[in-house]
């Protein structure tokens, strides 16, 4: 038992808006799309009647603008039908009296799909629209997006839109033999050794404990040495099982990062449920993709710890400056009164000590002489780091071991 994919994706409302003409149509499309060439008026004019001329322009209009005709052609806004009346100097009227022969409106149709050399549909095309559409499903999983691309791929190959529910049907086939498609991509890799590997990341160690793929999903919650040692754990876990040499470029890039999100997205019931044309690349990619990420995570929580620690130094050497001009200044008054008494000329030099001593205690200008040799003369922050070795040493060791720099420049 796996999940299966529902065979429909849109709303009944979004169908609806489907088989109509849109609500406003853009002034350079009414333009472009709507104006009646000489050629059109070779066809619409072999009909008589205003509601005839009028009807068949905008049949002949619509194939050209949407790709195919909406059953209602009282959908088309006041501004379309308006465009056309004019064109064709009839009045907007006459629309209304259109289509009451059905045989009418359906003979119509058929010259204009002649006239603009579209094809309906046939059931020989199914096949190639599919792989179309899969190639399509391989890069972009969206079905709306697919839909609306196999809509315009069919308006570019001049075939007429068939029901909704038959392109609908397309999008959903696709989708599934894209999955089926990714994993024979990716069969080079499945090997019974890494699918056993892969099938052991969803079973849990013990009774209560988490899974290894669960914990390969939990991202790094704080910027501490704690949480980058337990990333750089989980990226050295990764690359002893050579994650880092799987070549996938056999699936587009926009599959993989879908696929690892998928990852992300489902639990670990229903990641077991799937088949293996879903399970298998869905991990595969996702453990690709960790890798990648892993090693962003670990960059960014080393910047972040560093960072604090540059922080911290930048602050103490604030500090340190403050602290400095406050025993400048005492000591600048200490020297004041010891050069004072040293060029009194009545201060005989037997008597010099004494007279420092009586104005400065002899502890105090211990103290000072103390603080004078204590005093460092920093040139920048750079100084103070050393205070945060033993922090840094926590996670640096690791951090250099486990991910490999190289510059970027040529030095041969």
Not at 19 to 45: A, K, M, N, R, V
Request: net charge negative.
């Amino acid at each position: 038992m796996h999940p299966i994919m529902p065979s429909t994706f849109l709303t009944l409302k979004e169908r609806e808006r489907l088989t109509c003409f849109p609500d406003e149509i853009p002034q350079w499309d009414l333009i472009t799309y709507f104006t009646l060439t000489e050629h059109d008026g070779s066809l619409i004019d072999t009909y008589q009647g205003e509601s005839n001329r009028l009807g068949a322009a905008l049949q002949l209009c619509a194939v050209r603008y949407l790709g195919f005709c909406p059953a209602d052609l009282h959908t088309a806004s006041s501004d379309v039908t308006t465009f056309l009346a004019s064109q064709l100097q009839v009045d907007l009227s006459a629309l209304h009296d259109y289509g009451t022969r059905r045989m009418t409106r359906s003979t119509h149709f058929h010259a204009v799909l002649h006239h603009l050399g579209f094809r309906r549909v046939q059931p020989d095309d199914h096949a190639p629209i599919i792989a179309w559409l899969t190639e399509r499903a391989l890069e972009h999983d969206k079905p709306t997006l697919l839909f609306h691309m196999i809509c315009e791929r069919l308006k570019q190959q001049q075939m007429i839109r068939p029901a909704v529910t038959t392109v609908e049907r397309w999008v959903v086939t696709a989708r599934m033999q894209a999955h089926h498609e990714s994993l024979n991509r990716l069969q080079p890799l499945l090997t019974p050794e890494r699918m056993t590997l892969l099938d052991s990341l969803l079973m849990a160690e013990s009774d209560q404990g988490p899974t290894p793929f669960y914990r390969l999903r939990q991202q790094a919650d704080s910027n501490t040495p704690t949480a980058l040692l337990h990333t750089l754990d989980k990226f050295t876990t990764l690359e002893s099982w050579e994650v880092d040499t799987w070549d996938m470029s056999a699936l587009n890039p926009n599959r993989q990062k879908f696929l690892a999100r998928l990852g992300r997205k489902y639990t670990m019931q229903a990641l077991r449920r799937m088949g293996p044309e879903r399970r298998y690349p869905i991990l595969l990619s996702f453990l690709k993709q960790t890798l990648i990420e892993l090693t962003d995570e670990s960059i960014d929580i080393f910047d972040v710890c560093i960072a604090s620690r540059h922080k911290k130094a930048q602050k103490a050497l604030q500090d340190y400056r403050t602290q400095i001009v406050e025993t400048t200044e005492t000591h600048s008054q200490l020297l004041q009164t010891i050069g004072d008494l040293v060029l009194d000329e009545t201060v005989s030099d037997g008597h010099l000590r004494q007279a420092i001593y009586h104005h400065i205690p002899r502890v105090n200008l211990q103290m000072a002489v103390k603080e004078a040799h204590a005093l460092r003369r920093p040139s920048s922050y750079f100084d103070f780091l050393n205070d945060h070795y033993s922090y840094v040493r926590q996670f640096a060791p690791q951090f250099l071991e486990t991910l490999s720099f190289q510059s970027h420049q040529d030095n041969g």
